[in-house]
C-alpha cells in the first residue's frame, strides 16, 4: 500500500480531488501511479480509481471516480483524509 496524498474536495457527486504528496525530482518518472489504480482509505476500503493526474510533475491533483456501491456519505467523510493505492 503506498500513500497517494489527501482528498481536497468532492467534485460532482461521486469524484474526489486529490492533493498527491510531493514527489522528489530525482522519483518523478517513477513514483507516480498509474491510471485505473485503486484508491483505498486507511481501512482499506475501496473508494475508487484514478482517472487523471493533472498539475505540476512534483505535486500532482489526481481526479477519483467513486465507485457506484460507496455510498454517497462515505466520500463526504473523505474529505481531510488522508488516501492510498493499491
Do not use: C, W
Not at 60 to 83: C, H, I, M, W
Amino acid at each position: 500500500m503506498k500513500r497517494l496524498g489527501t482528498v481536497l474536495h468532492r467534485s460532482g457527486v461521486k469524484n474526489l480531488i486529490i492533493i498527491g504528496d510531493e514527489v522528489k525530482p530525482d522519483d518523478v518518472s517513477g513514483s507516480l501511479p498509474k491510471l485505473n489504480s485503486v484508491v483505498v482509505d486507511k481501512a482499506l476500503n475501496r473508494i475508487g480509481t484514478i482517472v487523471s493526474v493533472f498539475g505540476p510533475v512534483n505535486h500532482p491533483y489526481f481526479l477519483v471516480r467513486g465507485f457506484k456501491q460507496t455510498p454517497d456519505s462515505e466520500f463526504r467523510a473523505l474529505v481531510n483524509e488522508r488516501v492510498y493505492i493499491r
